[in-house]
């Protein structure tokens, strides 16, 4: 899959899930589902996941040995940013931190499945050359 290809679909994916996330907003006004900076929250795990996987692609495209190499920095430096943004918003807010963790987590791994499948997919195209 060509970056272009992927950007063009996880454009839709974060779309989909932005649109997803409103629609249950708009339905369940009296329930506390999301913090107030869900959407700083989403933005920045829709960017570094962003990052991550242009990381993984152009380790892959240069050369197998440097592309497992960049799949695995590409997920440890996302990792390591997530979880650094998590505890920077946990000490400056006073909100529920149990919804915080249960937004941020889920966008974290849904962000994560589709690079996940993504970077999958490429591989599984490299092994039938």
Same mark, same amino acid.
């Given at each position: 899959?060509?970056?272009?290809?992927?950007?063009?679909?996880?454009?839709?994916?974060?779309?989909?899930?932005?649109?997803?996330?409103?629609?249950?907003?708009?339905?369940?006004?009296?329930?506390?589902?999301?913090?107030?900076?869900?959407?700083?929250?989403?933005?920045?795990?829709?960017?570094?996941?962003?990052?991550?996987?242009?990381?993984?692609?152009?380790? $892959?495209? *240069? /050369?197998?040995?440097?592309?497992? +190499?960049?799949?695995?920095?590409?997920?440890? &430096?996302? @990792? !390591? %940013?997530? #979880?650094?943004?998590?505890?920077?918003? $946990?000490? *400056? /807010?006073?909100?529920?931190?149990? +919804?915080?963790?249960?937004?941020?987590?889920? &966008?974290? @791994? !849904? %962000?994560? #499945?589709?690079?996940?499948?993504?970077? $999958?997919?490429?591989?599984?195209?490299?092994?039938?050359?």
């Amino acid at each position: 899959m060509t970056l272009f290809r992927f950007t063009i679909r996880y454009i839709i994916f974060g779309f989909v899930l932005g649109l997803f996330s409103w629609m249950l907003a708009m339905l369940f006004p009296k329930h506390e589902l999301f913090v107030s900076n869900y959407w700083i929250i989403f933005l920045f795990l829709f960017l570094l996941t962003y990052i991550a996987y242009f990381i993984s692609d152009f380790g $892959l495209k *240069k /050369t197998p040995q440097m592309g497992v +190499v960049a799949i695995m920095g590409g997920i440890i &430096l996302k @990792l !390591l %940013f997530a #979880l650094s943004f998590s505890l920077v918003i $946990l000490t *400056k /807010t006073a909100e529920n931190q149990l +919804v915080f963790v249960l937004n941020y987590f889920s &966008l974290y @791994l !849904l %962000f994560t #499945l589709f690079e996940v499948m993504c970077l $999958l997919r490429n591989l599984r195209d490299q092994n039938n050359k």
